[in-house]
């Protein structure tokens, strides 16, 4: 008669040995993947910035439209074309004094 050994056979380790790698592999991939948990954060970062971006450039835009149509044919702002004849063309009152 033999006696039972009490080592495992080589079968359960490799079989052992393979799924733990396996799972380490999955685990590593679900981490740090391309679409991974890392991944998703730093999307999820820049989603907020570009979100900012475009919040800014829309108030932007809105301003800008409204100079627009308050330097249009159909709108005449007086303080605002006073203020540009003096930004571009330097234009000052006559009885204005400059002191430079």
Known sequence: MTEPSSRPSLGA??????????????????????????????????????????????????RVENRTQRLSDGFLDLDLLDQQLRDVLGYLRPDELVIR
């Open 13 to 62: 380790a490799l079989y052992v040995t393979l799924a733990f790698g396996l799972a380490s592999y999955f685990t590593f991939a679900a981490v740090q993947g391309n679409h991974g948990l890392f991944q998703r954060i730093e999307t999820e970062a820049e989603i907020a910035a570009l979100r900012q971006t475009r919040d800014r450039l829309a108030a932007e835009l809105v």
